[in-house]
């Protein structure tokens, strides 16, 4: 039996990068996956991919900022599967490198929108429909930034940071009620953000990621999407409130 066959759920930024390696891998182990992403020709694109591979899945533009918008998302989705199993907070967004005091105000609330209020208000409303079925899995994309610091990306350290914390506050407010939260901090992963922060140029990315990393090399979007797939089966019945590092030993001390 696949391993989380016939669970339904949400995956926020999964037109590309992990959110699209984790929507691919949790479709071909059973679920029915809603690809929830702003970009619609990534989201259309990964059903595409989905459903090439004989897989169920549908795609709903979001804007996961915003709260009306997200409050669709969760009808659309429970609409079409009858259900909610699983949330991956995955949509995220990382900033241009700067000291801390030449931050605009601008680049705070853009970072803490889309990487901390978007997980809030996905969990905000996913978790009734969730308790409707008797519990779920909610997986939340952290970062090793919000574990050690990162100098010059202050905001988005923060931010991860805080999906740390609400991870843990919001695992505890519904331990005996079926419902199990916990975050997945990546080290430095071969996506597009990676390409971002590099300039797109292949030897700086691989300099940044032996600094990183000190397994000394990029992580792949499909190991970051493996570590979701357990934390939304049944395997992981006993993890809650846990922050799991996928970093290439990037948080070690």
Request: net charge negative; proline share 4%; hydrophobic share 45%.
């Amino acid at each position: 039996m696949k391993r989380v066959e016939g669970k339904a759920g949400i995956i926020t930024g999964s037109g590309q990068g992990i959110g699209r390696a984790t929507a691919l891998m949790l479709a071909r182990e059973g679920a029915k996956v809603v690809v929830a992403e702003i970009k619609e020709e990534n989201g259309q694109e990964t059903v595409k991919l989905i459903k090439a591979e004989g897989g169920e899945a549908i795609f709903v533009h979001v804007d996961v900022t915003k709260e009306d918008a997200v409050k669709n998302m969760v009808k659309v989705a429970v609409n079409t599967y009858g259900k909610l199993d699983f949330l991956d907070n995955n949509a995220g967004h990382e900033q241009p490198a700067m000291p801390v005091i030449e931050v605009t105000e601008e680049i705070w609330d853009n970072l803490l929108a889309l990487n901390l209020k978007a997980h809030w208000l996905c969990i905000k409303h996913v978790i009734p429909e969730m308790l409707k079925g008797g519990g779920g899995s909610i997986v939340n994309i952290a970062s090793g930034g919000g574990i050690v610091a990162m100098p010059t990306v202050a905001p988005y350290c923060a931010a991860k940071a805080g999906v740390i914390n609400l991870t843990k506050n919001v695992a505890l407010e519904y331990v005996t009620k079926g419902i199990r939260v916990n975050a997945v901090a990546p080290g430095f992963v071969d996506t597009p953000m990676a390409d971002r922060f590099s300039g797109g140029d292949e030897k700086v990315k691989e300099q940044m990621s032996q600094t990183i990393n000190p397994i000394g090399r990029l992580g792949k979007p499909e190991e970051i999407a493996a570590m979701v797939l357990f934390l939304v089966s049944d395997e992981s019945s006993f993890c809650t409130g846990a922050c799991f590092c996928v970093d290439g030993g990037m948080t070690c001390d």
